[in-house]
């Protein structure tokens, strides 16, 4: 059986969950089917880890095109390339047209994952301006096309369906994502955080994230400012989505340094070897997001010990068990699809005391993480996500 894998996201290029997972799953799947794998960017190398991988540029004469307008571009240099698959499945809805129209062109079935929706993350017209209604148009004609949907939470399920009412939900099915925990695990080395200034010896509360609207990064650095005085935070910071977002990241940064010290920024995305070594001295790790299909780094957080303490929102709480892996921290959100909260006062204080809490009790923080390194070993493996995924291909065809 060939699979054509489309995404935007692939090794060395990714920045986000949905590369993470089409890393992984592909990894897998190459040992099971002829996986070819179709990805946004520069050349790669031909095969990588079992799969035939092939990399598409924007086309030269968008290159001063919407961004919206140039991922349609690569878009359609995919398609073609497609011919001789059995099934097309995309990642996110800058691959969802290749795959939609890979589907009509040659007469195969499309599988989409769904990892975020377009309709809950209205933000994004601060970037793409009218390119998100593009993305949104690509995004809603893709699902009510597909012939399967993988949502990667029971609560991503939800909001396809609620946002995609013409969507049959029978073709919806919740596969999660994973996490390889011989790929993650504890490390109790100092050398690496020693050398990107954290002090193993004070608690310290981390961040692991793109700087996006619903990753919620302003309402984590309100909240860290009503920490105890000796607990540092640790921001692995991506590069902000928009100017204003930037400015807003940076002044609150700049009045936490003015008050406390401990505010360790890191602006590059490190190796996973100091990645491990952060997470792994991490007192308590933070996931303050408005909007979370699952939430991959949560996994990685678990996998390597740390205690996490998380939003009640999304796919959060299936990954988090509360009390016992950490603390989910209760949220009400306003329904125009922003998931603003309606009390952020209220969202902060609550999340401050939440990490407070953690922090507080470095021998239950402790309790947390080895609870958490369990339950990501025994329900979040890559082999048994790709054996459902392959159930799911199965199913189509």
Known sequence: MRIDIVTKEFPPEIYGGAGVHVAELSRVLARRVDLHVHAFGAEREPVVDGARVSSYPVPEHLAGANAAIQTLGVDLGIVPDVAGADLVHSHTWYANMAGHLAKLLHGIPHVVSAHSLEPLRPWKAEQLAGGYRVSSWVEKTAYEAADAIIAVSNGMREDILRCYPDVDPAKVQVVH????????????????????????????????????????????????????????????????????????????????????EGVVLIERMLPRDELIQVLSHATAFACPSIYEPLGIVNLEAMACGAAVVATATGGIPEVVDHGTTGLLVPIEQVTDGTGTPLDPEKFVTDFAAALTEVVSDPARARQMGEAGRTRAEQHFSWESIADTTLDVYRSVL
């Open 177 to 260: 994502n994973g996490i390889d925990v011989s790929r993650w695990s504890r490390d109790e080395s100092t050398d690496h955080i020693r050398g990107l200034g954290i002090d193993p010896e004070k608690p310290s509360v981390v961040f692991v994230g793109r700087n996006t609207r619903q990753k919620g990064v302003p309402y984590l650095l309100r909240a860290a400012a009503k920490l105890p005085a000796d607990v540092q935070l640790v921001l692995c910071l991506g590069a902000a989505d928009t100017p204003e977002l930037a400015a807003e990241t940076a002044e609150l940064i700049d009045g936490l340094r003015a008050e406390r």
